[in-house]
């Protein structure tokens, strides 16, 4: 079955970096789209970015563009979030989840089936 696993949170000042991994089993990695989504207390969970199955393609929230950057390792089954300049505003849990096409991920959360457990971001000021 699908199994998704986060990592990589923590705690870190404002303006500091971090670096979420995702490491993703029991499916063809390779030919699906992946996304990252957050959700913090209280709020919906929201889209950060999605990379296609190639990783030619990436996309992101208006809010972390600039900032955040997605990528994948298709020999290492893991697809990555590279966090910079993170505000107090990213604080949340961090979600992995595949898209349902090597192009396409849905921005609206209900729309995905797999989720790992997350990963916690605090940001402080």
């Known amino acids: 079955q699908v199994h998704l696993v986060e990592s990589g949170g923590g705690l870190v000042q404002a303006g500091g970096s971090l670096r979420l991994t995702c490491a993703a089993s029991?499916?063809?990695?390779?030919?699906?789209?992946m996304g990252w989504f957050r959700q913090a207390p209280g709020k919906e969970r929201e889209f950060v970015a999605s990379?296609?199955?190639?990783?030619?393609?990436?996309y992101y929230a208006d809010s972390v563009k600039g900032r955040f950057t997605i990528s994948r390792d298709n020999a290492k089954n893991t697809v990555y979030l590279q966090m910079n300049s993170l505000k107090p505003e990213d604080t949340a849990t961090y979600y992995c989840?595949?898209?349902?096409?090597?192009?396409?991920?849905?921005?609206?959360?209900?729309?995905?089936?797999?989720w790992g457990q997350g990963t916690q971001v605090t940001v402080s000021s």
């Open positions: 990379i296609t199955s190639n990783g030619d393609n990436t």
């Open positions: 989840t595949v898209g349902d096409s090597p192009l396409t991920l849905s921005t609206v959360a209900s729309h995905s089936t797999f």
């Open positions: 029991g499916f063809p990695f390779s030919i699906y789209a």
